[in-house]
């Protein structure tokens, strides 16, 4: 590698450093100051600031041309993948568009990455040549098809007041959790799609569903298939959206958002971290959280029967026994379930998800899936970003393409400890001894077939 030059950096590139280090994960200025860097001949120093920009963007094409120029690799990169003389569909090989797809005739083969074109000749690497020489060179990425969605992983909230239109996620676009569908299904949604039985049994459509359990496990993102069944808007609302500093604002937010949810019916209103915007008036000292509270009852009451036609309320907790119990009598939020870490079939439809954009090859999902047991939907993406993370900087260090194997999902998998572990450890204490009415049967009867009880 070229020696940096023992001059002294330019104003330029000085003013340059103090703007990155303000905004450190401003991905196009810190290439644009690893160019000039480049450029005055401090390879080292334009490498440091490259790999920095690849933390912040792994899959960012600029900055990986870049490495190459910075670290003086050749200008071909060999990708090591097994030969193969068909092109496969790395997603969806074992469907039948694939069969139509193989019996096609191939693409044509781009020109070979060395070839003396206008990347080569400035030193750098023809990413997309490489890319598209490795789409038609790699095995199947699985065996069959992944699902077109997963069970975790929350897909973002909307801004307060702000109404997301009738989304297109299902219940059946969350993978595995039968049992929490099934239960959605007899308690909730069965009623709302037969008005005619509803009727003649005396249902009523008032209260809502509070979803609790340890952190990471899609309670949001069920909410939001919630809404789909129902062909509802979205109206999502945290603690932020409501609390305000000024007095009997927050009541008014708090009304405001109800007012939306009726004007916008049929609408889910869901609110995330229900124990900070409804928590034990009890064990609040101050007066404004105790009357956010309140308004919160009120609204949820409706000033006449018919207030809140239309409108149904979902609510989300890790911590279910910090929720005031007003909240939780019959006619508000009076069915309760509990989310727990994946399943098989749902950790698998994770995998897929996270896995579906990334360049992997030979994945043995099914030995993946057992040794993930316990996992959060967080934790599992999480083990695919720092697989994708160790194979990216194999590939910057030996100039050569690597796929993503199980081998480095595995060691990821062993490094990452589960996320659920302190919620489960302070939910036993709550099954043991804070049982009341068997509120948390289900934990109990979950924490005992798992052994930690």
């Not at 490489?130 to 038609?136: I, L, N, P, T, Y």
């Not at 709302?192 to 003649?200: A, F, I, S």
């Amino acid at each position: 590698m070229p020696e940096e030059s023992p001059a002294p950096e330019s104003p330029l590139i000085q003013s340059l450093r103090t703007a990155v280090a303000a905004a450190p994960g401003d991905v196009p200025l810190r290439l644009h100051l690893a160019e000039l860097l480049l450029s005055a001949g401090l390879h080292d120093a334009a490498v440091s600031e490259v790999a920095a920009a690849l933390q912040h963007a792994p899959g960012d094409g600029a900055a990986r041309e870049l490495m190459v120029r910075a670290m003086g690799m050749p200008a071909a990169l060999t990708p090591v993948a097994p030969n193969t003389s068909t092109v496969s569909d790395p997603v969806s090989s074992a469907g039948p568009a694939a069969s139509a797809e193989s019996a096609a005739p191939a693409e044509p083969v781009a020109e070979p990455v060395g070839a003396p074109d206008e990347s080569s000749r400035r030193g750098g690497f023809d990413w997309r040549a490489a890319e598209q020489e490795v789409d038609g060179i790699v095995e199947p990425r699985f065996v069959e098809p992944p699902l077109s969605a997963c069970g975790s992983g929350d897909p973002g909230d909307a801004d307060a007041w702000e109404v997301s239109a009738p989304g297109v996620v299902r219940l059946a676009d969350v993978g595995g959790m039968q049992e929490v569908k099934d239960r959605l299904e007899a308690a909730f949604l069965a009623p709302m799609r037969n008005p005619e039985l509803r009727k003649l049994y005396g249902k009523s459509l008032r209260g809502g569903l509070l979803l609790y359990g340890p952190p990471g496990c899609g309670k949001t993102f069920i909410a939001r298939a919630v809404a789909g069944e129902l062909g509802a808007s979205f109206l999502s609302v945290s603690v932020n959206d409501v609390l305000d500093m000024w007095i009997g604002n927050s009541e008014r937010n708090m009304h405001e958002v109800f007012e939306t949810a009726r004007r916008q019916a049929p609408c889910v209103v869901f609110l995330d971290e229900l124990d900070a915007l409804g928590a034990k008036r009890s064990r609040t000292q101050h007066n404004g959280m105790r009357n956010t509270v309140n308004q919160l009852l009120t609204e949820l009451d409706g000033i006449h029967s018919a207030a809140n036609e239309g409108v149904f309320v979902l609510a989300a907790t890790n911590v279910p026994w910090d929720v005031d119990i007003a909240l939780r009598r019959p006619g508000r939020l009076d069915r309760t379930l509990l989310v727990l870490p994946p399943d098989a079939t749902a950790r698998e439809a994770i995998l897929r998800y996270h896995l579906r954009e990334r360049p992997v090859e030979g994945v043995d999902l099914g030995r993946l899936v057992k040794v993930t047991d316990g996992l959060s939907g967080a934790d599992l993406a999480h083990v695919c970003e720092s697989a994708a993370e160790s194979a990216l900087l194999d590939s910057v260090r030996t100039g050569q393409i690597r796929m993503i194997g199980t081998k480095d999902l595995l060691d990821a998998a062993k490094s990452v400890v589960p996320s659920t572990e302190p919620w489960f450890a302070a939910a036993r204490n709550v099954a043991m001894f804070a049982n009341e009415g068997g509120m948390y049967d289900d934990l109990v009867t979950y924490l005992k077939k798992r052994r930690k009880l």
